[in-house]
């Protein structure tokens, strides 16, 4: 099984329910939304570090307001002991400040921190809205000595998935690739959140794709337990998975059987992730 880190929403009341239902050796990424800001991203970020977590806050280049709050943001995961960010373009139509795409960021955070900060960067193997392909591989190819690792966009496909990791092998890209995973979760909540997350593309796509939309998006609940199985099929070529929990945190009792029904899966994803962290 791949390590496993979870993706949650900083909404009202996560850091309770984190610290209530997962375990603290657990690594948390801390996504942000054009409409809540980096500023709730970094309070629940500093939070859950200091309750012990090993976290990784979303750092959206067009949300930041200038240099002056992203040093503000990197002297605030210095004391809280976060080592890692997540550096995004983001989706804010009008950008806040200077930065129009992660790179002048990545190269800020790297002046910043003399090169100790960490930072993640995203890929896309549907392809982006706004940017030609081509242009997304250069972008990569432009940022993997400021990067450590890339993560993909939300993905429902293993061989798209795959064949991305090896066209960024073959284009020159040789960062480690984790894979954007959807956790278990409800159906209606999985169509409900996926634009705000970013990730309507897509269901776009599945939407075009039928026979594949009809079993992933059939039933009450979405179930990645497939998708994790295919993507298994050639090891080696994804690093990890980065699961996208949409904050479905409940534990379930433990049992023989745990990994086997989608409404355990989520639980035992986590379950992986605090032990391979």
């Known amino acids: 099984m791949f390590p496993t880190r979870i993706e949650i929403i900083p909404s009202e009341g996560i850091v309770e329910q984190v610290t209530a239902l997962v375990p603290l050796s657990t690594t ?10 980096i500023e709730r991203t970094m309070r629940a970020a500093v939070q859950l570090s200091l309750h012990g977590y ?31 960010v997540f550096v995004i373009g983001g989706d804010r139509k009008q950008q806040a400040g200077p930065y129009g795409s992660a790179l002048p960021v990545l190269e800020d955070i790297a002046q910043y921190t003399g090169g100790v ?11 982006h809205p706004s940017v030609g392909a081509l242009d997304l591989v250069d972008a ?28 960024l092998r073959r284009e020159g890209v040789q960062l480690p690739v984790w894979a954007g995973v959807a956790g278990a979760v409800p159906r ?40 994790l199985t295919d993507l298994q099929s050639q090891p ?39 032990r391979d962290n």
Do not use: W
């Open 28 to 37: 948390l990424t801390v996504t942000c939304l054009p409409h809540h800001g």
């Open 54 to 84: 090993s976290v990784i806050p979303h750092l959206a280049a067009r949300s930041l307001p200038g240099r002056v709050e992203l040093t503000e943001i990197l002297r605030d995961c210095d004391v809280a002991g976060i080592g890692e």
């Open 117 to 127: 900060m960490r930072a993640g960067v995203a890929g896309y193997p549907e392809g």
């Open 140 to 167: 990569l190819l432009a940022k993997q000595h400021l990067a450590t690792h890339v993560v993909t966009q939300m993905c429902f496909s293993a061989p798209k998935i795959l064949d991305y990791a090896a066209l």
């Open 188 to 227: 209606t909540k999985l169509v409900s959140l996926a634009a705000q997350i970013g990730v309507g593309s897509s269901l776009k796509f599945l939407s075009r794709k039928g026979p594949l939309a009809r079993k992933l998006l059939s039933g009450d609940r979405y179930s990645p337990q497939s998708l």
């Open 236 to 274: 080696g070529s994804i690093a990890g998975i980065h699961l996208y929990s949409f904050n479905n945190l409940d534990a379930v009792p433990d049992g023989p059987d745990q990994a086997l029904t989608p409404a355990a899966l989520q639980p035992a994803l986590i379950r992986r992730a605090t």
